[in-house]
C-alpha cells in the first residue's frame, strides 16, 4: 500500500456526516429502513476506520443483493451492494482530493485503462446530448460508483496472491448460497423450463443475470482445479465437486447464451495458450460484417420473418432449443425485432446516440412489424440485447467501435500477460479471468448486462485484476532478468 492514501480523522468526519444525513434522509423515505439504520451507522464507522474492509463486504454482498423500490417505482436501488458503493466512491473522492497522484503511473498507461477512460469520456459526451437527460444522468452516475468500485479501488487491494485467493472464496460462498436456495425452489416447483423466473425471483434479476454470474464463475472454478494440485485431496475433492455441481445447475437456468459462453470460454483458454486469440475478434467481426451484408443487401433479412401464430415460448427446454433453430422461438426472434429498429434508429443520430438508458423511448417507430413477437409489447422496458447495437443507438457509433476496440485490447492484453508468468499461480489466475471476461462477453452480445449490479460488477472486477496482474507480470520478469544478469561473470 502506498502511503498517503489513507483517510485523517476530519476527512473521516466529513465522510461519517454526509453519509449519517443521506441515511437520516432514506429512513424518512421509506419506514423500513429505520431498522437498518443502526447497522449502517456501525458499517459508516466501520468504513471510515478501514475502507477496504467495506470492500470485502461489497464483494461478498453481490450474489445476495437484492432491488428495493422506493417511492412507488420513481427510485430504485440495489441493497446492501449498491449503497456500499456510493460510500466506496466518497471515501475515493476524499482519498483522491487528499493525494491527486494516487493512482500509480502504470496504471494509467495500461492499454485497457486507457481504452476505458476513452469509452468514460465519450460516454459524457452523449450524456450532454441525449434525448432523455435524467435517465442518462442517471446511467452515468451508477456507471461511475461501478467503475470506482470495481475498476478502481482494486489497484490498491490486490497485492499478493492471498487477496486473490480471498476475492474468489469471498464472491463464492455467497453464490453457492444463493444456488443452494434457487435449487430448492426450483425442485418444488417440478424443475419445470416455464417457472425457472419464479425459483430465482428476488436474488436475481431474471435467469439471463443469474446464468451469466454462473458461466463467468464456473471459469474461474475451472483454472482453480489444476492450482489444487500439492494440495490436500480433501481441496481438490472440493474443487472438483463443485464444478461437476455447476453444470447441471447451469444447466437448469434454461440459458442458451450461458451455456456457449462457457463452452467459448473453454476455447479461448485454448487459442491463448496456442498464441491466437489476437485473431479471434477480428475473425469474429468479419463474420458479423459479412452476415451484416448478407441479409441487408435487398433486405434479405425480410426472408427470415417468424410466422406470429407459431412464435411462442415453449414448455419444455428442448422445445425451445429446436424452435430455435427452426426460427420459431420467441425469445430469438424477439431479439431479431429490437436488432432491426436498433440499425433503422441509427441512421438518424449516428454520432452520439439517443443517449444513454433511452433506447426504450425511441425505437418502437423504426421496428419491423412483421418481427414483432407475443412480447413485443415489452412491459419490462428491456433494451436491445446485444451490447454492440446497445452501444451504437445509445452512444453512437464512437460508443460502439470502442466496445469494440475494448474486447480486442482486454484479449491481447491478457493472453500477453499469460506467457509473460512464469509463476503458475498468476498463470492460471489470469487465464481464469481471461476465460471469465469471455464468458462475459458472449452472455453480453446477446443482452446488455454490463449496468447490471451483479454482473457488471464482476465483469469490472475481472478487467481490474488484468490490469493488476499484467503489472505485475513486467514486475517479475524485470526481477528475474535483473537477477540473472548478476549471476553472470
Known amino acids: ?62 450474489p445476495p443483493s437484492i432491488e428495493l423500490n422506493f417511492l412507488g417505482d420513481t427510485l430504485s436501488t440495489s441493497v446492501p451492494d449498491e449503497p456500499i458503493m456510493w460510500l466506496l466512491l466518497l471515501v475515493f473522492m476524499l482519498l483522491w482530493a487528499k493525494q491527486p497522484n494516487i493512482l500509480p503511473t502504470w496504471w494509467w498507461k495500461n492499454p485497457i485503462v486507457l481504452i476505458m477512460l476513452l469509452q468514460f469520456l465519450w460516454m459524457i459526451v452523449c450524456v450532454i ?47 453457492l448460497i444463493t444456488m443452494v436456495i434457487i ?54 475433492l472440493t474443487v472438483l465437486f463443485l464444478i461437476i455441481f455447476f453444470l447441471p445447475v447451469l444447466y437448469l437456468t434454461f440459458a442458451r447464451a450461458a451455456m456457449v459462453a462457457v463452452i467459448f470460454a473453454i476455447g479461448i483458454s485454448i487459442m491463448v495458450r496456442l498464441k491466437l486469440v489476437n485473431i479471434v475478434m477480428p475473425l469474429f467481426y468479419g463474420v458479423l460484417a459479412i452476415l451484416m451484408v448478407f441479409v441487408v443487401n435487398n433486405n434479405h433479412f425480410l426472408n427470415f420473418r417468424p410466422n406470429y401464430q407459431k412464435t411462442f415460448m415453449h414448455n419444455k427446454f428442448e422445445d425451445h432449443i429446436v424452435a430455435t433453430i427452426q426460427g420459431r422461438d420467441m425469445s430469438s426472434m424477439e431479439r431479431v425485432y429490437r436488432w432491426i429498429a436498433s440499425v433503422r434508429m441509427s441512421k438518424d443520430e449516428p454520432i452520439t446516440g439517443y443517449g444513454p438508458n433511452s433506447f426504450y423511448y425511441y425505437y418502437k417507430p423504426y421496428a419491423v412489424s412483421s418481427f414483432r413477437t407475443y412480447v413485443s409489447r415489452n412491459e419490462e ?27 480486442m485490447v482486454v484479449f491481447a492484453v491478457g493472453q500477453r500477460t499469460y506467457h509473460r508468468f512464469k509463476d503458475r499461480f498468476y498463470r492460471y489466475v489470469t487465464l481464469g479471468l481471461i476465460m471469465m471476461f469471455a464468458a462475459g462477453f458472449i452472455n453480453n452480445f446477446f443482452s446488455e448486462l454490463l449496468e447490471s449490479h451483479k454482473v457488471g460488477t464482476i465483469f469490472y472486477l475481472g478487467i481490474a485484476l488484468l490490469v493488476i496482474l499484467d503489472q505485475k507480470s513486467r514486475q517479475l520478469e524485470q526481477q528475474a532478468n535483473e537477477e540473472q544478469a548478476m549471476v553472470k561473470p
Open 381 to 407: 422496458k428491456s433494451t436491445t440485447h446485444n451490447y454492440y447495437l446497445y452501444m451504437l443507438v445509445e452512444q453512437g457509433y464512437p460508443g460502439m467501435i470502442l466496445y469494440a476496440i475494448f474486447v
Open 1 to 62: 500500500m502506498q502511503q498517503g492514501i489513507e483517510l485523517n480523522k476530519w476527512e473521516k468526519g466529513i465522510g461519517i456526516g454526509v453519509l449519517l444525513l443521506l441515511v437520516a434522509l432514506a429512513s424518512f423515505l421509506s419506514e423500513p429502513l429505520l431498522l437498518v439504520t443502526p447497522f449502517a451507522f456501525l458499517f459508516i464507522l466501520m468504513t471510515g476506520l478501514n475502507w477496504k474492509l467495506a470492500f470485502w463486504f461489497l464483494l461478498f454482498s453481490i
Open 129 to 175: 446530448y441525449s434525448k432523455e437527460t435524467m435517465l442518462s444522468v442517471k446511467y452515468l452516475a451508477a456507471k461511475t460508483w461501478f467503475l470506482v468500485s470495481f475498476f478502481v479501488l482494486p489497484v490498491f487491494i490486490f497485492k499478493e496472491k492471498k487477496d486473490f485467493k480471498r476475492a474468489f472464496l469471498v464472491l463464492l460462498v455467497p453464490l
Open 183 to 236: 435449487l430448492i425452489r426450483h425442485a418444488m416447483l417440478g424443475f419445470s423450463f416455464r417457472k425457472i423466473e419464479k425459483a430465482i425471483s428476488e436474488i436475481y434479476t431474471n435467469h439471463v443475470d443469474y446464468s451469466t454470474i454462473l458461466s463467468m464463475v464456473f471459469c474461474l472454478l475451472w483454472v482453480a482445479f489444476p492450482l489444487t494440485k500439492g494440495t490436500t485431496w480433501l481441496m481438490r
